[in-house]
């Protein structure tokens, strides 16, 4: 009897000491996983950068969104910049213009005073000049006038033009009658009534000429 009662308080012990080593596995193992949530926790909330998918997604869409505007934004600026260099190249190109054709109702007005002295050196004849010495002064007066006048019209780019000749132009041309001429090309300028006048290569008055007819 005394030895079936030692045998059972050994047993008893033994049991124990199984029963506390597992306790403190146990209450170890749960001492562990409580640091380890503790370090994930203590690792999410010191990195700035860890975000949920909702965020991100967010993000993205806010940065297309913002790209999108901001090409908007740039090609609103470029087509500003475009129209602003197109006006200043039309002010420019106006002003030029304004500078250049400004004596054009002057020179306009300056032409029949050009005919008048033309026609009236046609109407004197070379031997009367030869044979009255006053006509022929008068005649040299109104030559070096009309020369005078044409180094005027020069200097500000009038120039006057006698295409006879040349090729009908309706830019510069006025046709006032056409005529057969079988040893001429259709539409070439057989004779000149009134010559015309250009200022900066544009016409202010237009040579009115005879043109050869198709046959």
């Known amino acids: 009897m005394h030895t079936i009662?030692?045998?059972?308080r050994s047993r008893l012990a033994y049991q124990n000491v199984i029963c506390s080593r597992i306790s403190r596995f146990s209450s170890q193992s749960a001492e562990s996983e409580t640091a380890d949530k503790a370090a994930d926790d203590a690792a999410d909330a010191a990195d700035p950068l860890a975000l949920k998918d909702e965020e991100i997604a967010a993000l993205q869409t806010k940065l297309t969104a913002e790209s999108?505007?901001?090409t908007e934004m740039k090609n609103?600026?470029?087509?500003?910049?475009?129209?602003?260099?197109?006006?200043?190249?039309r002010a420019k190109k106006e002003l030029e213009d304004s500078k250049i054709f400004s004596i054009q109702s002057f020179a306009k007005d300056m032409l029949p005073v050009s005919d008048v002295l033309e026609k009236a050196l046609?109407?004197?004849p070379e031997e009367e000049r030869g044979n009255n010495p006053t006509l022929a002064n008068l005649y040299e007066g109104v030559s070096l006038t009309q020369s005078q006048l044409h180094q005027v019209f020069k200097r500000h780019n009038l120039v006057k033009i006698t295409p006879l000749g040349e090729e009908f132009d309706p830019v510069y041309h006025e046709a006032m009658f056409q005529v057969p001429d079988p040893s001429k090309a259709p539409?070439?300028?057989?004779?000149v009534v009134q010559s015309g006048y250009v200022l900066h290569s544009r016409s202010i008055r237009p040579a009115k000429v005879g043109v050869v007819k198709e046959p």
Do not use: F, H, P
Request: hydrophobic content about 45%.
């Open 5 to 8: 009662v030692k045998v059972a």
């Open 68 to 70: 999108k505007l901001l």
């Open 76 to 89: 609103k600026y470029l087509r500003a910049l475009a129209d602003g260099e197109n006006v200043r190249n």
């Open 122 to 124: 046609e109407s004197v």
């Open 187 to 191: 539409g070439t300028v057989m004779d």
